[in-house]
């Protein structure tokens, strides 16, 4: 027995199994990011369960606090559950969770 097979027995899905299921259609709320006051520190990223938050390099704004241009980031919605993990952990009060209209 391999060590995946070990840890996934009584498990619902396999370590990464988002990574190959769209999961964003159960979600009920969802991130907009507003690129504000984000000041660029990953915290959204690093947090998301799904690897759904990622930096998008080529576009920027003016952090204001910073007084220097950072990167924006955004979520792919097919992976992204809407847990609001990485609204809670945005240190700036960047990232807002609305209600998903379907």
Sequence with gaps: MSAVEKLTIGCVAPPGGSLVN?????????????????IG???CEQVCPEGSVCEDPKSKHKCEKLKKEVSDFQVDLDYCK???????????????????VR
């Design 82 to 100: 809407g847990c609001g993990m990485c609204a809670v952990e945005c240190p700036v009060d960047d990232i807002d969770m609305v209600p998903e």
């Design 41 to 43: 520190c990953h915290a």
């Design 22 to 38: 769209k999961t964003g259609a159960w979600r009920s709320q969802r991130p907009v990011f507003k690129h504000v006051t984000c």
